[in-house]
C-alpha cells in the first residue's frame, strides 16, 4: 500500500499534462492523501515492500521502517505547506513528479532504484531553479550535478559488481561480511554526489546562485524538503550500512566548509545570497555531526535539520516574495521572519537554540572539541549578519515617493503558514523534549543495522 | 522567584497589547511589574531555591538578590520616566514589550546558578535590548550589530566553557561545579574560567571588549541608555563577581603580588586599562551621551578592581561601586533625555546654559556626577575609598595610580557636559525651553535622594554586601551604623555629611550675600570691524578640551582593529563569491582537487 | 610518490579492457574544465555518460557467452550478465534527459545574454548582478 | 593555462578510479555469474529451484519475455523503469515550460524540397511500422519500447524537416494516457497479484508472441509515450514551446 505515496503522483502527473491548472489544483489533495495513506499505515512501521512480488534479492524493494516514515511525514508536510503556498501553476506537475521521487527515495532499498529517484529529483530541480529566468545558473547547477551524478551510478553498480545484488541490505551484508574496505569505498562514491545536494563547499557552489536569485520556490523546495530527503539516504548509507568513518578528507572539508558559507554569508549584499549561504553552512554543520558516526551527535543531527528546514523555509518564503521589505507595515511577516532567523542562529527559546545545545552537549560529551569549537564560531558569523539583516529589515528606511514606508505583505495564505512555522518553532523551543524524543529514536534506527537486516531476512511483508 | 518572572514574561505580551490602545500604558505596567517584583523579591530570603516551570533551576543568592533589587530600582525609575517620554517614539508597543522582557531576561540572570539558564536569560536579554537599541535613530543599526557580536564573543566562550564542564562533571550547576572544579587540571581551569569571564567583561565593557558601548549607548533611545549604562552593564559585573567569588580563584591560581592571584592580577590589569582608556576616551567626546558611555567604561573598570581584589573592603568595594554607577548612571542619562526631550540634541557644542531652564534636570546631573567622580557626601565615595583602602592596603602603587589619574579625569570629563549643556551662557534658540513634566521631574528627584541618602546611611546596601561576603566565605566588611572601618583606619559618613551640610550652608550664604555677576546674553560680543554669523563658536562648550585632545589625538584605536578584523574575514568572504561566481567547469575543478585529495588521504 | 605511481600502474594495467570507457569520462571532464563555449560541455557531459555507459556494459561481459536473449541460435541460457545491461538502458534514458533539459537551458541562455561563449558571457553577467545589488541596497556594513 | 588545469583535473579523477574503484573489480570478462542474481533470473527461476530454460519448450514460467534484458527492465526491475520514463517526461516537459517562456517567436524553418516531400510520404509508413514492430517484439528480440518509440520520433522529425507547414497535435494526449496507463497497469497488479507492478497475465510459452505477460502491454505504452514525448520535444524545440 505505501507505494501509493509514488505511484498517485506519477500517474496523476502523467494524467494532467494537459491539464494544467487542474494540476495546481490536484497537488495540494495529493500530498494531503499521501498524508492520509502515510499515517493510516503507521502501525505497520517495521516492512519491506516486494514491487512486483518478486523476492528481494532480486527486483526492487521498499523499505518502510520509523526512520522513513518521521522523514517522509516530515518531507509531505512540508510539501503539503509548499503546495498551498505556491500559486504558481508552471510548477504543479514538476512538483508532483518531485513529491513521488522524494518518496520514493526515502522508501527504496535499492542502490540503482535510488540513483534514479535522485536523478528525478535532480532534473525536477533544475527545472523548478529556472524560476525567476535563472537559466545560467540552473545550467551550472544541471553540468555540475550531471558530473557528480556518475560516481552514484558507478557507486551502484560497483555495489551490484561485488555483492551480486542491487538490494542495499544484502549486498551490503554480503561485501560487509567479506571485504568491509569495499562497502567505504562505495560510500566514498555515493558521498560525493549526495554532497552536492547536501551543499557542502565546494560541491554546494552552485547553491547562491541557485537559490539567490530572488525565487520563492526554488529555495524552499531545495532547501527543506530536497535536502532533508538527501540527508536520510546519506545518513542511511552512511550510518546503517557502513561501520567505519569515510576518510578524514570528507570531515575536513566539511569543517572547512561550514565556516567559510558563513563568511560567504557575512560578506554578501544582498539577503538572498546571505541565505543561501547560511543554508551551505547549516547542512554542512548536519553533515559533519553525521560524519561523526555518535549516536547522540545524529540525534541531534537531525533535530537541527529539521528546525533548521523549518526556519528556511518561513526566510525564503517571505525573502522570495517580499524581498528586502519593511517589516514595519507587515509586521506579522515580520515576526515570522525574526522568530525564524533567530532560531536560525540559535537564540535560547526558540527551536534552534536546542538544536545546537543539544548538538554541543553531545559533542563535548564525545570529547569532539574541534567541531564544537567551529560550529560556535560559525553561529558568532551568522549571529552577526542575520542581527544586521534583521535590523535592515526592521528599521530601514523603505520609504516611496511619497514618504511613507512601502505597504507590502504576504498575500493571507502564505502568511498563515509562515507564522504558523515561526510557531511551531517557538513551541519546539519551548518543548524540546516533543521533538528530541524523535530524533533520538530515528539516531538509535539509524545504527541498527542488525535490525533493518532482520527484516529483510525475516521477509515482513506488506 | 518563578512568579516574578512569569509575571514578567506575561506582562511583556500584556505591554505590547495595552500599547497598543493607548501608549502610556506600557511603561505603567512595568512600573507595576518592577514594584510587584521588588516587594515580592524583598520577602524572600537569601539562598532559596524554587522551580521554574517543573525544572530545579532557580536559586537566588544574596549576590544575585542585591543585583536584582538594584536593577528593579533603575527600571522603576525608567518606567516613570518613559510615562512621558514614550511618546517620542514611532513604535512605542514594541519598545514596551521589549523593556519588560529586557526586565524578564535580566531577573532571570540574576536568579539561577545553573549555567544554561543563565545563559538562556542573558541572551534573552540581549536579544530583547538589542530591538530597542536601532529605535530611534537609524544610525544605530550599526551599533547594535556590534554589541549583540561583541556579547556573543563573551556568551559563545561561556557556552564553550559551560559545556567543557558539563562534559567534565555532567552538571549544569554552578554551585555543584566549583565545588570539584579543582580536580581539573590547570590549563583546563584556565580555559574554563578565562571563557566564562569573557561574557562578563564583553558585557561589562571591560577593556579590550568595550569598543560597543560608545555607539550603543550613545544612539540608543535616551532613556534606554539608562538602562544600558545602569542595569544591563551591571549583568557583566554581576557574572563577574559571582565567578570570582564562587569559585576558589584564590586557591586554585597561585598567588603573584600583593597577596593577589595571578588571574585576579590579570582582571585588575584589565580593570587599569580600561580606565584609563575610558577616561581619556571620555574626556574627547563630544557627544554627551558617548561621553557617559565612556565613563562606563571607567567605572566598570573600578567595579573589575574592586571585585577582583577578592577580600574584605576591595570587593566589598566593588560591589558597591556597582550600586553608586549603576544609580549614578541612571541619573545622568535621564537628565540627558530630559535635555533630548527639550532640545533634540546630545551634542555638547549646540547646548549650553540650561541651568536657567532645567533646574531640576541639572540638580540630578550634578548629583549624578558628584556620586560618579566620588565626590564625598555622595554614596559614590565611599565605594571608592573601599578600593583605594584595598590597593593602598596591599601596596599596589601602580594600580592605585590608574585608580587616582581615573579620579581625576572623571573630574574633567563629568565637568565638560555640566559647563557645556547646563552652565554658560543660555543659547538664543532655547530661550523658550521649559523644565520637563513633573511625572519626568519625579525619577530624578527619587534618584537623588536614593544617592545621597545612601551616602549618608549606607548600611541597607553594606549589609546585601556583607551577606554575599558571607555566603561566598570572604572575611565580611566591618561597619557600625554610618561608620565604616577597614584596617586602615575609618571613615564615618554621617560627619562627613554634616560637615559637607555646613560648608554647604556657608557656601549659600555667602552666594546669598555677595554681589552677583552681570548675566550677558551669547550675542554681545566684541569684534573688531567683523560681522559674527555662528555665536556658537563662542560659547566655551565648543571645542572644550582641546588643548587635551590635542596630546593623545592620533592614538591606535582598537574600535578601528576589530573593523579591520571584520573587513578580513569579510574579503575572505569574497573570496568565497568569487569561487561561486565562476562557471561549472570551475566547480568541476573542486571536484578534482577532493578526489586528488582522496586518493593520497583515504 | 614515484614508487606510488609506478604500483598504481601495474595495478591499472591489470584490468586493461575498462580503459577506454575511463579514458571517455577523462576526455569528457577535460572538456568540461576547458572549454569556454557551454554547448561544448554539455556535449562534454554527454560523452562522460557515454563513458560510464561503456563501462558498466564492460563490467558484465563475459568471456565466450552470448546476448541474454532465448533464441533459435540460444535455445539454452550461455548468456552475459544482463543487468548492466537493463541498468544502462536507464542510464541512457535519464542521460538523454539531462542532455535534452541542458540544451534547452541552453536555448534559455542564448536568448537572453545572446552568447553561449563564457568570455562574453562574463561581462553581461557582472553586470546583471551588479543590477541585482543595486536593486537590492540591503547594506547596512557590519 | 586553462588546458592543463583541466588536464591535471582529469586525471585526478583517472587516478581515483584506477587507484581506488579498479583493483577492486574482477577481471574483464571474467565475472562469475554463481554469485550474481542474474543467475537465477536468467533462468527465471527466482521464486522456485533452480531449473533450466528452453526456448519455444518451457512453458507458464514466472516470467515470460525470451529477451532476459527486458524481463528484467520491464519486470523484474519495472520500478526503475517507471522512474525511467518519469526522467523522460518530466525533462520533456521541463523543456516545453522552459521553451513556452521564450520571448522571442523563434520557429525554425527550412526549405522544402520536393523530394524529401515525396520521401518522406513513402518512408513513413515504413518508419512507423518498424518503430511498431521493435516495441510489440521487445520481449522477444532486441529492441522495446524505448527504442521503437524513438524510431516513431524520428518519424516525427522527418514530417517536421519535410514540411515546413506540419505541427505536431495532440502528443499530450498519449503521453497522458500511456503514462497513466502504465501506472494503471502497476496498480492492477497491486490490486489483483497484491504488489505494485506485479504480473497478473499468464505467462504463456517462453520466445512465442503472446507470452510474458503484462510485458508487451507496459513496452507498447512505453513505446507511445516516449514516441509521444520525443516528439512533443522535437516539435517544442522547433516551434518555441506550448
Known amino acids: 500500500m505505501i507505494t501509493l505515496l509514488i505511484a498517485v503522483p506519477l500517474a496523476l502527473a502523467f494524467a494532467t499534462i494537459p491539464l494544467r491548472k487542474l494540476a495546481r489544483l490536484i497537488l495540494p489533495v495529493v500530498v494531503l492523501a499521501n498524508l492520509v495513506i502515510l499515517f493510516a499505515l503507521k502501525p505497520h512501521v517495521g516492512k519491506i515492500i516486494e514491487l512486483g512480488s518478486w523476492p528481494a534479492v532480486y527486483g526492487i524493494t521498499l523499505f518502510f521502517d520509523e526512520v522513513a516514515f518521521y522523514f517522509l511525514s516530515f518531507v509531505n508536510m512540508m510539501f503539503l505547506v509548499i503546495s498551498l503556498i505556491t500559486r504558481d501553476e508552471r510548477f504543479s506537475i514538476p512538483l508532483l513528479v518531485m513529491n513521488a521521487a522524494l518518496n520514493g527515495l526515502i522508501l527504496t532499498a535499492d542502490f540503482f532504484n535510488s540513483f534514479v529517484f535522485l536523478e528525478i529529483i535532480a532534473i525536477t530541480s533544475y527545472i523548478i531553479s529556472t524560476d525567476k529566468d535563472n537559466a545560467l545558473g540552473s545550467f551550472k547547477y544541471l553540468i555540475f550535478g550531471g558530473v557528480a551524478s556518475i560516481f552514484y551510478l558507478i557507486g551502484a553498480v560497483f555495489m551490484y559488481v561485488q555483492g551480486g545484488t542491487l538490494n542495499m541490505a544484502y549486498s551490503s551484508y554480503i561485501i560487509g561480511m567479506s571485504n568491509p574496505e569495499l562497502m567505504k569505498t562505495a560510500l566514498v562514491l555515493f558521498a560525493i554526489t549526495l554532497l552536492v545536494e547536501l551543499k557542502v563547499l565546494p560541491f554546494g557552489l552552485w547553491v547562491p546562485d541557485v537559490y539567490g536569485n530572488g525565487s520563492a520556490l526554488t529555495p524552499v523546495v531545495l532547501g527543506s524538503v530536497v535536502s532533508t530527503a538527501t540527508v536520510y539516504l546519506f545518513s542511511r548509507l552512511s550510518l546503517t550500512f557502513v561501520d567505519e568513518h569515510l576518510p578524514p578528507v570528507f570531515y575536513y572539508t566539511v569543517l572547512a566548509s561550514i565556516v567559510l558559507s558563513q563568511l560567504g554569508a557575512l560578506y554578501q549584499k544582498n539577503l538572498g545570497r546571505t541565505l543561501a549561504f547560511a543554508s551551505m553552512a547549516s547542512m554542512s554543520t548536519v553533515v559533519a555531526s553525521l560524519l561523526t558516526r555518535q549516536e547522540s551527535v545524529v540525534s541531534t543531527a537531525l533535530f537541527y535539520l529539521f528546525t533548521d528546514a523549518l526556519a528556511k523555509f518561513v526566510l525564503f518564503t517571505v525573502y522570495g516574495n517580499l524581498g528586502v521589505a519593511n517589516f514595519r507595515n507587515a509586521k506579522t511577516t515580520g515576526i515570522a521572519f525574526t522568530f525564524s532567523s533567530l532560531s536560525l542562529v540559535g537564540v535560547p527559546i526558540f527551536a534552534g537554540f536546542w538544536g545546537k545545545y543539544y548538538l554541543l552537549k553531545a559533542l563535548f560529551e564525545q570529547e569532539n572539541y574541534v567541531l564544537a569549537i567551529v560550529v560556535l564560531v560559525s553561529t558568532l558569523i551568522e549571529l552577526a549578519y542575520v542581527t544586521k539583516w534583521n535590523i535592515e529589515q526592521w528599521f530601514a528606511k523603505k520609504e516611496t515617493t511619497k514618504g511613507e514606508i512601502e505597504n507590502i505583505d504576504l498575500p493571507f495564505v502564505q502568511k498563515l503558514f509562515v507564522l504558523l512555522s515561526a510557531l511551531i518553532l517557538l513551541v519546539i523551543g519551548l518543548f524540546p523534549q516533543l521533538l528530541l524524543d524523535k530524533t533520538n529514536l530515528l539516531a538509535e534506527k539509524l545504527f541498527d543495522f542488525q535490525l533493518y537486516r532482520d527484516i529483510f531476512f525475516g521477509k515482513g511483508g506488506m | 522567584m518563578q512568579n516574578i518572572l512569569l509575571v514578567a514574561i506575561i506582562g511583556s505580551v500584556a505591554g505590547y497589547l495595552l500599547s497598543l490602545f493607548y501608549r502610556r500604558l506600557g511603561p505603567i505596567i512595568l512600573l507595576l511589574i518592577s514594584l510587584y517584583a521588588f516587594a515580592m523579591l524583598w520577602e524572600i530570603p537569601s539562598n532559596t531555591a524554587e522551580n521554574f516551570l517543573g525544572y530545579d533551576v532557580l536559586y537566588l543568592t544574596t549576590l544575585g538578590k542585591y543585583f536584582a533589587l538594584l536593577s528593579l530600582i533603575v527600571f522603576s525609575a525608567y518606567a516613570i520616566f518613559n510615562i512621558v517620554w514614550i511618546e517620542t517614539l514611532k513604535t512605542p508597543h514594541a519598545f514596551n514589550a521589549l523593556s519588560i522582557l529586557t526586565l524578564a531576561g535580566t531577573l532571570g540572570v540574576f536568579f539561577t546558578t545553573n549555567l544554561v539558564v543563565l545563559y538562556i536569560f542573558w541572551e534573552l536579554t540581549v536579544f530583547a535590548s538589542l530591538f530597542i537599541v536601532p529605535m530611534s535613530k537609524s544610525e544605530a543599526k550599526r551599533a547594535a550589530v556590534w554589541y549583540v557580536t561583541i556579547t556573543a564573543i563573551g556568551s559563545f566562550a561561556f557556552l564553550f566553557a559551560t559545556f567543557l564542564l558539563y562534559s567534565k562533571f555532567y552538571t549544569f550547576d554552578l554551585v555543584e561545579i566549583s565545588r570539584n572544579l579543582s580536580q581539573l587540571p590547570k590549563p583546563t581551569i584556565w580555559l574554563v574560567v578565562c571563557s566564562m569571564l569573557t561574557a562578563g567583561i564583553a558585557k561589562s565593557g571591560v577593556f579590550p571588549l568595550h569598543v560597543w558601548l560608545r555607539n550603543v549607548h550613545g544612539k540608543a533611545p535616551d532613556t534606554f541608555s539608562a538602562v544600558l549604562s545602569g542595569q544591563l552593564v551591571k549583568m557583566g559585573s554581576y557574572l563577574i563577581a559571582l565567578l570570582l567569588s564562587i569559585f576558589p580563584v584564590t586557591t586554585l591560581f597561585p598567588h603573584f603580588y600583593g597577596g593577589v592571584n595571578i588571574l585576579s592580577y590579570i582582571l585588575i590589569w584589565l580593570g587599569n586599562v580600561s580606565i584609563l582608556v575610558g577616561t581619556l576616551m571620555a574626556i574627547k567626546q563630544n557627544d554627551m551621551k558617548m561621553l557617559i558611555a565612556f565613563s562606563t567604561v571607567a567605572n566598570s573598570g573600578y567595579i573589575l578592581i574592586g571585585l577582583a581584589l577578592l577580600d574584605q573592603v576591595g570587593f566589598a568595594g566593588g560591589l558597591f561601586h556597582v550600586f553608586n554607577h549603576a544609580i549614578a548612571a541612571t541619573m545622568i542619562f535621564l537628565s540627558f533625555a530630559a535635555v533630548v526631550y527639550r532640545t533634540g540634541t546630545t551634542k555638547i557644542d549646540e547646548l549650553g546654559g540650561l541651568i536657567h531652564r532645567m533646574p531640576v534636570t541639572f540638580i540630578t546631573y550634578l548629583v549624578g556626577i558628584i556620586s560618579l567622580a566620588g565626590i564625598p557626601p555622595t554614596s559614590g565615595f565611599i565605594s571608592k575609598w573601599m578600593i583605594f583602602q584595598s590597593l593602598v592596603s596591599r601596596g599596589m602603587f601602580v594600580t592605585e595610580i590608574f585608580v587616582f589619574v581615573g579620579s581625576i579625569g572623571s573630574f574633567l570629563y563629568v565637568f565638560r557636559p555640566l559647563a557645556g549643556v547646563f552652565l554658560g551662557q543660555l543659547k538664543s534658540k532655547y530661550k523658550d525651553v521649559r523644565e520637563v513634566p513633573i511625572i519626568m521631574q519625579i525619577p530624578m528627584i527619587l534618584l537623588v535622594l536614593v544617592t545621597v541618602f545612601f551616602g549618608v546611611f549606607p548600611g541597607q546596601v553594606l549589609e546585601f554586601i556583607v551577606g554575599a561576603q558571607k555566603e561566598f566565605g570572604i572575611d565580611a566588611f566591618q561597619y557600625e551604623g554610618t561608620k565604616l572601618i577597614t584596617s586602615m583606619g575609618y571613615w564615618d559618613t554621617w560627619i562627613v555629611f554634616v560637615m559637607f551640610a555646613v560648608g554647604f550652608l556657608i557656601a549659600a550664604v555667602l552666594y546669598l550675600i555677595t554681589p552677583k555677576g552681570k548675566k550677558i546674553p551669547l550675542e554681545d560680543q566684541y569684534t573688531s570691524g567683523e560681522f559674527l554669523h555662528n555665536f556658537d563658536l563662542y560659547h566655551y562648550a565648543s571645542r572644550f578640551y582641546a588643548f587635551l585632545e590635542r596630546e593623545y589625538g592620533d592614538h591606535p584605536s582598537l574600535e578601528n582593529l576589530y573593523a579591520s578584523l571584520v573587513n578580513a574575514l569579510k574579503s575572505l568572504g569574497k573570496g568565497i563569491d568569487y569561487l561561486v561566481s565562476r562557471t561549472a567547469s570551475a566547480y568541476v575543478f573542486w571536484l578534482g582537487v577532493i578526489l586528488l585529495l582522496l586518493w593520497k588521504g583515504w | ?142 | 593555462m586553462r588546458r592543463i588545469w583541466a588536464i591535471l583535473v582529469a586525471l585526478s579523477v583517472l587516478m581515483f578510479f584506477f587507484y581506488r574503484i579498479m583493483p577492486t573489480l574482477p577481471e574483464f570478462g571474467n565475472v562469475e555469474m554463481f554469485r550474481k542474481s542474474t543467475f537465477d533470473i536468467i533462468h527465471k527461476s527466482t521464486k522456485g529451484p533452480y531449473d533450466a530454460r528452453e526456448f519455444k519448450k518451457s512453458k507458464n514460467l514466472e516470467e515470460g519475455s525470451a529477451n532476459v534484458v527486458t524481463s528484467i527492465v520491464v519486470n523484474y526491475r519495472s520500478f526503475d523503469t517507471l522512474g525511467e520514463v518519469t526522467v523522460l517526461f518530466i525533462s520533456a516537459f521541463g523543456a516545453g515550460l522552459m521553451l513556452g517562456s521564450l520571448r522571442s517567436n523563434r520557429r525554425i524553418t527550412f526549405d522544402e524540397h520536393n523530394v524529401l516531400i515525396t520521401a518522406s510520404g513513402v518512408a513513413l509508413p515504413l518508419i512507423f511500422l518498424l518503430g511498431s514492430y521493435v516495441f510489440i517484439h521487445g520481449h522477444l528480440s532486441p529492441g522495446g519500447g524505448f527504442p521503437g518509440g524513438t524510431i516513431l520520433a524520428l518519424g516525427i522529425l522527418l514530417l517536421a524537416l519535410a514540411r515546413n507547414d506540419f505541427q505536431v497535435a495532440g502528443t499530450k494526449y498519449v503521453e497522458q494516457i500511456s503514462g497513466a496507463g502504465y501506472v494503471v497497469v502497476g496498480l492492477a497488479g497491486l490490486a489483483i497479484s497484491g504488489a505494485f507492478l506485479a504480473n497478473f497475465l499468464p505467462t504463456g510459452t517462453l520466445g512465442e508472441l503472446f507470452s510474458a505477460g503484462v510485458v508487451p502491454f507496459v513496452y507498447a505504452l512505453i513505446g507511445f509515450k516516449v514516441g509521444a514525448e520525443l516528439a512533443g520535444l522535437i516539435s517544442d524545440l522547433r516551434e518555441g514551446g506550448a
Open chain 3, 1 to 142: 610518490m614515484l614508487y606510488d605511481l609506478s604500483e598504481m600502474f601495474r595495478e591499472a594495467l591489470s584490468v586493461p579492457y575498462y580503459y577506454l570507457p575511463l579514458f571517455l569520462v577523462s576526455v569528457g571532464i577535460y572538456g568540461i574544465v576547458s572549454q569556454r563555449n557551454l554547448f561544448k560541455q554539455l556535449v562534454s557531459l554527454g560523452l562522460i555518460d557515454t563513458g560510464v555507459n561503456i563501462l558498466i556494459i564492460s563490467l558484465g561481459y563475459i568471456q565466450g557467452m552470448e546476448a541474454p536473449i532465448y533464441s533459435a541460435v540460444t535455445p539454452i541460457a550461455k548468456f552475459v550478465d544482463p543487468l548492466p545491461q537493463a541498468l544502462v538502458l536507464t542510464a541512457i534514458v535519464i542521460g538523454v534527459g539531462v542532455l535534452g533539459l541542458g540544451a534547452t537551458l541552453l536555448i534559455k541562455i542564448h536568448e537572453r545574454y545572446g552568447t553561449l561563449e563564457l568570455d562574453e558571457l562574463k561581462f553581461s553577467k557582472e553586470h546583471q548582478r551588479w543590477q541585482e545589488i543595486m536593486d537590492d541596497e540591503g547594506d547596512v556594513g557590519v
